[in-house]
């Protein structure tokens, strides 16, 4: 696999994110309210960031140098979104089982993805 292959499956995943993340907070807004809506979405941010910070974190090591801000937000990504996500759903009504099922957006673009390059690569 090539770095164009590699940029395009990444535009991809990205791409699988967001529609994966507005349409399943589209779709529990509608099936059960706002807290639900709003959990899904808050899920899928936190799972979008999570991504983010990962992507960078690796491009920051495959470089000569890790700047040291990448590396900080790497040590604390973890405590940071689950610091956050206790806050919101502890002090909040959105549904947690909305929040938890948000989470899983960035896992399910990543085995959308796989599949299309399975697909394609038998051709």
């Known amino acids: 696999m090539t770095e164009a ?5 990444l ?3 990205r791409k699988l994110i967001a529609v994966f993340g507005m349409g399943g907070t589209a779709a529990a807004f ?3 309210g706002w807290p639900a809506g709003l959990g899904f979405g808050l899920g899928a941010v936190i799972s979008w960031l999570n991504f983010r ?3 960078q974190l690796v491009d920051a ?3 000569k140098s890790i700047r040291r801000g990448i590396a900080v937000i790497a040590g604390l990504r ?5 610091g956050a996500a206790y806050v919101i759903l502890r ?8 929040a938890l099922s948000g989470l899983f957006v960035t896992a399910a673009a990543v085995i959308v993805e796989i599949i299309i390059e399975l697909r394609y690569a038998r051709n």
């Open 53 to 55: 910070w990962l992507h």
């Open 61 to 63: 090591i495959g470089g």
């Open 30 to 32: 509608a099936w059960r």
């Open 11 to 13: 535009a991809r995943i």
């Open 91 to 98: 002090f909040s009504k959105i549904s947690r089982p909305a």
């Open 5 to 9: 292959d590699l940029a395009v499956a």
């Open 78 to 82: 973890y405590l940071l979104l689950g």
